[in-house]
């Protein structure tokens, strides 16, 4: 095919737009490590506004944004507890045992959507001298490896009474929290209401080249600067990226429902139903996975490979409803 390739393996494939380069070049900066850097620190002031939090910590990347939540809640040889495919625990490579001694027991779910019975009965809080006691529950909203699946407030608001009772911290993975605010119209700070800290992806379906942030507690954010910086995250002219997640936020969170209406577009044409299609992110189950993304790829469509039986499907900006029309012919026509 002489068109370029329709990328749907991840919506961190996108490029910066012409606009938001114009911001990064025009950015003011200063040096971040010394807290110096003006556009970073409007970034984090506007994401803590917007999520109803004191304070924001800018990270190079969601899984350290993750970590170092983790990190501030639970101390080594103590347990968190999150969904058995959280990205915490099945892509961020080990980060929490490696670097912070966490240990990890994981619920069963149905496309990740969490239910608060599970998690209960799951938890050992205080368990003694003998037993590895829960400190840490995380949450995934949206869940990548569930399908893109809005977390259902009802659940969320059940384990935040759960673990308040218990005094267990709670960490909300909210890297696309934008796609569940778009999706159900519910604002970004009762989604993001009830944890002790949040993280949220700017490198995702907002568009921007690289960043998350870390939400919290004027201390705890304090205290995540400082393992920020052990963690080799200290950066320092931070403005030409952050510049680009402020432009991402003031343009990029509306059109996320193009995003949803073309994944459900995909769904249809893999005979998966599109209302189980939440946001932007489709699985589709495959009888060989590698010879379907090899396939897709020959004739001009990027899909991954997510398991031994499926496929995913991840819509973004850089995908037009044009794209979404074309891959779906293609999709539809290979042998599944």
């Known amino acids: ?20 380069r114009r911001a990064m070049a025009e950015a003011e900066v200063g040096d971040d490590v010394f807290g110096e850097d003006p556009e970073t620190n409007a970034l984090e002031r506007e994401v803590a506004a917007l999520l109803g939090y004191e304070a924001g910590l800018f990270t190079p990347t969601g899984s350290m944004a993750n970590q170092l939540g983790l990190r501030l809640h639970v101390a080594p040889g103590e347990e968190l507890l999150a969904d ?4 915490v625990v099945r892509a961020e490579l080990g980060a929490a045992a490696v670097f912070s001694g966490i240990t990890t027991r994981t619920w069963p779910s149905d496309r990740g959507r969490l239910v608060a019975e599970t998690v209960r009965e799951l938890a050992e809080p205080n368990a003694g001298a003998y037993s590895v006691s829960t400190t840490a529950i995380a949450v995934e909203n ?3 490896f569930g399908g893109g699946t809005v977390q259902p ?11 308040r009772e218990h005094g267990i911290a709670l960490h909300l993975d909210g890297a696309r929290l934008w796609n569940a605010h778009v999706a159900t119209g519910t604002p970004l700070h009762e989604l993001a209401a009830g944890f002790d800290t949040v993280s949220v992806c700017l490198s995702k379906g907002l568009g921007a080249p690289v960043g998350s942030v870390l939400l919290g507690t004027r201390e705890h954010v304090a205290a995540a ?5 052990r963690f080799g995250g200290g950066m320092r002219q931070t403005g030409f990226l952050t510049a680009a997640g402020r432009y991402a936020l003031g343009h990029h969170v509306d059109r996320l429902a193009e995003d949803h209406r073309n994944a459900r577009v995909l769904a249809a044409a893999l005979d998966v139903d599109p209302a189980t299609v939440d946001t932007n992110i489709v699985f589709a189950e495959v009888a060989d996975p590698a010879a379907f993304v090899t396939a897709a790829a020959e004739r001009g469509v ?13 819509t973004h900006l850089d995908v037009s409803a044009d794209d979404v029309e074309r891959a779906a012919e293609v999709l539809a026509a290979l042998p599944r």
């Open 84 to 87: 058995v495919r959280a990205h």
């Open 225 to 229: 600067r400082t393992w920020r910086k």
């Open 302 to 314: 990027r899909v991954m490979q997510l398991g031994p039986r499926s496929v995913r499907l991840v």
């Open 153 to 163: 407030q009802d659940e969320i608001r059940a384990v935040q009474a759960f673990a």
């Open 1 to 20: 095919m002489t068109d370029a390739p329709i990328d749907l393996r991840s919506d961190t494939v996108t490029r910066p737009t012409p606009a938001m």
């Open 142 to 144: 949206t869940h990548n």
